[in-house]
């Protein structure tokens, strides 16, 4: 590890997790190197301030089933329990996704009983570890549920996902998973011991385990997969052939990478990548602790408060896929291929396939051709206004990640531009959007009603990218046409109008404690309906009218858009047309 310069402590203590190897190779190595090091520390000290409301409701969920497993709760009566006497509030969300949680993974449980045997909650977690003294261990864990034979001869780990099974039985995640079931020992003081004791106290099993199971549990959709079923001796084989190296990858760090694990990043203070941006959002005070803000929270805790809370605290989405989001993917993953290629020029019509008899290869097998016939004409569109046409075009990068840290309201913003470049050396940021008909956005009010280009210009004034100057697009497309919108982020005028844009989307959010719903003709399509106990009964009607927007839910295509479109209606329109991510935290 190269991170000894910049933190203090004793980075010969490693204590990592098995779901850590799930992480991407773009991702920020060090963040990760530096998190398995829990003695080390930023060399200035940061007190740091926690979150005044519940923000792990996985945790209350592990705590509800070991009421149930080892004290023999009911499940409703613990959640309830589990809730009320929390330190910090649960938002009523929360509370609904917990108790669905509890009870789909109980039920999930017993049918899991009769493919493992007789198979029993193991209060103690396992780890495997190798220390010769106090000042030196390396350690793997595995969060999750813990299961064994009375004679000790099978093992299981049950790995909880928010929503649905996600693993594959290759990945080092669950080789890692695997290896702690079949080569760890027993944490003797339980989970509290096992992240805070060097070394941990631990007892050797009784018998050594000869069969091996990792198991995913989906505590939304109530599916498991069995990943791994096999002898110890396979795990030990396939986790030093595949896992260990990217294990010993992970730990040796060496490059990075800004984004959203900043805000929780020991070497944030430190970090000569993470632009610092003080007064980026425009907020008079530092809020209640460090947080993570972007255009889609903005948007989301436009439309209703609740909504944005529940996505922060990730509770699974509905993850239905309308025909404009499909859409919306193909000619982004498109445009990123095509843009992106080493010495790529303009779009041609060359270079697009007939939607009938084209090869469609570069998409991958997510994209079919239906999908891909429906966004033939937006793509033909493109080729009129192409970024790469033109002269003195030069460091393409599609779809980056970008993140500044705003300190004077300890919040770490991140946004992901369609596409950046440069043309004649100047810096040019653009954003993309299709839709079915042209939906009134003009230069006149697009910063308004479509705040990332609002953000964008503050980015380039506070220096975000190096310059303090340079051009932000919007790029539109629909079936028929093709247009660019620009702003000069160094115009005054331009960047007054930016910056009050930016600071009312981020205000309100910035100083909400409860997130209160605002019930609505949204809810029809908010996809956190289901846990909001306050959500709004709107009725099948056709189409969902919004202001001078007409959608239709079913498919998430704008109708029609007529009179002075609201903003609250455009982050309805964008919402739908958005997908939902799979973002399943690291445990």
Not at 282 to 299: E, K, N, V, Y
Not at 329 to 352: K, M, N, Q, S
Not at 413 to 428: F, H, K, Q, S, T
Request: hydrophobic residues 40%; negative net charge; charged residues 25%.
């Amino acid at each position: 590890m190269t991170l000894r310069s910049e933190l203090v402590g004793n980075p010969d203590i490693v204590r990592l997790s098995a779901s850590m190897l799930d992480r991407r190779e773009s991702d920020c190595g060090d963040f990760a190197a530096a998190k398995a090091r829990p003695d080390v520390r930023p060399q200035v000290f940061e007190r740091r301030r926690f979150a005044p409301w519940e923000s792990f409701p996985l945790g209350l969920v592990m705590q509800v089933l070991d009421a149930v497993e080892f004290d023999g709760a009911e499940v409703d009566e613990a959640v309830g329990q589990a809730v009320e006497g929390n330190r910090d509030p649960v938002h009523p969300g929360a509370a609904r996704w917990i108790l669905h949680a509890c009870r789909t993974y109980l039920e999930t449980a017993e049918s899991l009983a009769a493919e493992g045997g007789d198979l029993r909650p193991e209060r103690h977690p396992r780890i495997v570890q190798r220390s010769g003294s106090p000042a030196e261990m390396r350690a793997l864990t595995a969060w999750g549920r813990w299961y064994g034979s009375p004679d000790g001869t099978v093992v299981e780990f049950r790995r909880l996902r928010l929503r649905r099974p996600l693993g594959r039985a290759a990945d080092p995640a669950t080789l890692a998973m695997a290896y702690v079931a079949a080569a760890g020992d027993r944490a003797v003081g339980g989970t509290q011991d096992l992240y805070r004791s060097v070394p941990v106290p631990v007892r050797e099993p009784a018998a050594d385990p000869a069969r091996v199971r990792v198991v995913e549990v989906g505590l939304t959709d109530g599916a498991a997969a069995v990943l791994v079923d096999t002898a110890p001796e396979d795990v030990r084989r396939a986790y030093l052939t595949s896992a260990r190296p990217v294990a010993t990858g992970l730990l040796a760090g060496g490059h990075r990478s800004p984004g959203g694990d900043c805000a929780d990043c020991k070497l944030r203070a430190s970090c000569g990548t993470l632009p610092r941006t003080p007064g980026l959002l425009g907020l008079p005070d530092r809020g209640t602790h460090r947080r993570t803000w972007s255009i889609t929270t903005a948007r989301q805790y436009q439309i209703c408060p609740a909504q944005a809370h529940m996505r922060d605290l990730r509770l699974p989405a509905d993850d239905s896929e309308s025909a404009a989001v499909r859409r919306g993917l193909v000619v982004h993953r498109w445009l990123e291929i095509t843009h992106g290629r080493p010495g790529a020029g303009p779009c041609t019509p060359e270079g697009l396939p007939d939607p009938e008899t084209g090869d469609l290869a570069w998409a991958g097998p997510a994209v079919s051709r239906d999908d891909y016939r429906q966004a033939w004409p937006y793509l033909l569109q493109h080729l009129r206004v192409c970024p790469l046409a033109g002269g003195g075009v030069t460091h393409v990068t599609p779809e980056p990640r970008v993140a500044a840290y705003d300190s004077d309201a300890d919040v770490l913003v991140v946004a992901n531009p369609d596409l950046i470049r440069r043309v004649d050396g100047r810096l040019v940021y653009r954003e993309q959007k299709t839709s079915a008909v042209h939906r009134g956005i003009t230069a006149e009010n697009a910063l308004d009603l479509v705040p990332q280009l609002a953000l964008a210009v503050c980015l380039i004034a506070d220096g975000a990218f190096g310059d303090t100057g340079g051009l932000v697009e919007l790029e539109q497309l629909t079936p028929v046409s093709g247009d660019v919108v620009t702003f000069d982020a160094g115009d005054p005028e331009v960047l007054a109008t930016a910056r009050a844009v930016v600071s009312d989307r981020a205000r309100a959010w910035h100083r909400d404690v409860a997130f209160r719903p605002a019930p609505g003709p949204w809810c029809r399509v908010c996809p956190m309906t289901r846990w909001c106990p306050d959500a709004a009964d709107t009725g099948d009607g056709a189409t969902l009218v919004l202001d001078g927007l007409v959608i239709d839910p079913s498919t998430g295509e704008i109708l029609r858009a007529s009179g002075r479109v609201g903003s609250r209606a455009e982050a309805v329109a964008e919402a739908i047309a958005a997908p939902s991510p799979e973002d399943e935290p690291a445990f």
